[in-house]
Every structure is written in structure tokens, then in C-alpha cells.
């Protein structure tokens, strides 16, 4: 694995789901059902470099999702996995290159567990913070997944919220 940094300022984004978007932190959501990079449980926090690659993110499963809410976050992360530079041999394991898997169809229509979730399991055991993965919805652009329980020390994720208009709760 090669790892890398997001410096102390960086941006990154995410759209939220209404139900989610009072929780714009917690990575509940993904610990529903498990997404990509995380197993069912596992509190992750899917970020974006890009806005239009957060909403595409929204997006993938149909483009008549409810309207989201676009969060901006400030952060500083280190060891993160950077599939970026992914490529064949060392310091890579070759399971890496299955990490485009179709993980819904592997996790709900054939019932085994994706590759993806192994990977997680690697880099939460190496004490890494999460993963930059290339987006397969918008490509170009570049996605951040966050271990909620790694976020300490000197890494931080903070959402932008000067006005403090996000939702209170799930019904407001």
C-alpha cells in the first residue's frame, strides 16, 4: 500500500441524504448497510475533492433521488491508502485490483462479501485513517473515505457550517 496526506485546510464534500444530513459527521449511513470500503457497522465518511463528483456520488443509483444537502468540510488527514497510485506488485497485494468490484451486486444479489470489505479490514489494521479512491460515477474525479474511528491525533474532519442551517434532526 502506498499512503498519503491531506494537509491541515483541505476541502473536501459530500451530499447528504435528508435523512442523513443533520448527522453530516457520523458516518451512521454507511454503517447501515456497508458501502465500498466498509463492512455493515463500520461508521465510514464518503468526502469528495471535487462538489460535482460528491453529487454524482448521490447520484449513482438513480438520478430522481430525493434532494440532497452539500456539505463542505475542512480536514487534515494522514495515512491515507492512495489507490491513485495503485499498480501491479509491491507494496501492492494483488486483491487491490478487484476494488472496482460491483460491491452491491456482490453483497445483496449474491450474498458474499466483497473484496472492498477485506481491503477496509487491511487498512483499519495497518492504523490507517481511510482510502482516496478514484470515483467510478464521475470520472476524473477523486473520492475520500474517512474510518470514523480513526479520526484522532492530528487528523480532523470538520464540517463548514458558519450559519449553522443544517437540519437538527432526521424530521426538520
Not at 109 to 122: F, G, K, R, S, Y
Amino acid at each position: 500500500m502506498i499512503v498519503t496526506d491531506l494537509p491541515p485546510g483541505a476541502t473536501l464534500f459530500c451530499a447528504h441524504a435528508p435523512q442523513w444530513a443533520s448527522q453530516p459527521l457520523s458516518g451512521a449511513g454507511a454503517a447501515l448497510g456497508g458501502g465500498r470500503f466498509n463492512r455493515q457497522g463500520v461508521q465510514a465518511l464518503y468526502l469528495s475533492l471535487e462538489e460535482i463528483t460528491a453529487l454524482r456520488e448521490y447520484q449513482q443509483t438513480s438520478p430522481f433521488l430525493p434532494p440532497c444537502t452539500m456539505c463542505s468540510y475542512t480536514v487534515a488527514l494522514t495515512r491515507l491508502v492512495d489507490l491513485r497510485q495503485l499498480h501491479r506488485g509491491p507494496p501492492w497485494d494483488d486483491l487491490w485490483h478487484d476494488w472496482r468490484e460491483d460491491w452491491r451486486q456482490l453483497r445483496f444479489e449474491q450474498h458474499i462479501e466483497p473484496p472492498t470489505w477485506v481491503l477496509a479490514d487491511m487498512v483499519l489494521a495497518k492504523g490507517c485513517t481511510g482510502i482516496v479512491f478514484p470515483s467510478l460515477a464521475h470520472p476524473g474525479g477523486t473520492n475520500v473515505v474517512v474510518y470514523h474511528s480513526q479520526i484522532s491525533g492530528g487528523n480532523f474532519v470538520q464540517v463548514n457550517g458558519p450559519d449553522c442551517k443544517l437540519p437538527c434532526n432526521q424530521v426538520s
